[in-house]
């Protein structure tokens, strides 16, 4: 299976919002309302940001939320701030019990 | 707290094999699916594998199904990834994950071991 398609690169100024797509297929993304988030800082473990599309885990900031369209689920950091600077990574189940990940997409705040 | 912490990583030549391990503490491990989870150098995340909470079940993706096994013992919060048939394509950083979804998504992430695939 191939991986779910995120942009490589985002970015967006301090206070700003920025949004990152994530476009699967009518297989993952599209078939089940199970889209996931996370981020990830260089050298460290990926975090979870957002679970069932829109849903946040206690501690993660509601400046991060999710949405899904279709095939094209969507991440949404408002009010950008220097530590969002880090790659981002969407997830989606697959059927059969087997998970997919997009590229990742790096996130510059300027 | 909750904490995954895998070892095992270390330089392997193509064809041969490497065990991971990753230890758990601080949750109740039995009662939760594991994944193991990829990262090469530079490169985004890609999903490996899944065992059920009691290990009677297994999935793996394509590109390690009949090299790869996963295991787990819950008498001793241990999951492993036996890594056979080694190819250099196989270099990267490995991590465990906790599964909270039936598969579906994971919320806890080991730190990750590194593994090389080199002649």
């Known amino acids: 299976q191939s991986a779910l398609t995120q942009p490589p690169s985002a970015s967006g100024s301090p206070g700003q919002s920025v949004a990152i797509s994530c476009t699967g297929s009518s297989s993952d993304v599209g078939a089940y309302n199970y889209v996931s988030w996370y981020q990830q800082h260089p050298g460290k473990a990926p975090q979870l940001l957002i679970y069932e599309v829109t849903k946040r885990p206690s501690g993660v900031p509601d400046r991060f939320s999710g949405s899904k369209s279709g095939n094209t689920a969507s991440l949404t950091v408002s009010g950008l701030q220097a530590e969002d600077e880090a790659d981002y990574y969407c997830?989606?189940?697959?059927?059969?019990?087997?998970?997919?990940f997009g590229g990742g997409t790096k996130l510059t705040v300027l | 707290q909750e904490q995954l912490v895998e070892s095992g990583g270390g330089v392997v030549q193509p064809g041969r094999s490497l065990r991971l391990s990753c230890a758990a503490s601080g949750l109740t491990f039995s009662s939760y699916g594991m994944h193991w989870v990829r990262q090469a150098p530079g490169k985004g995340l890609e999903w490996v594998t899944f065992?059920?909470?009691?290990?009677?079940?297994?999935y793996y993706a394509d590109s390690v199904k009949g090299r790869f096994t996963v295991s787990r013992d819950n008498s001793k919060n241990t999951l492993y990834l036996q890594m056979n048939s080694l190819r250099v394509e196989d270099t990267a950083v490995y991590f465990c994950a906790r599964d909270m979804g039936g598969g579906r998504w994971v919320d806890l992430w080991g730190q990750g071991t590194l593994v090389t695939v080199s002649s």
């Open positions: 997830s989606s189940y697959a059927g059969s019990n087997n998970l997919i």
């Open positions: 065992i059920w909470y009691d290990g009677s079940n297994q």
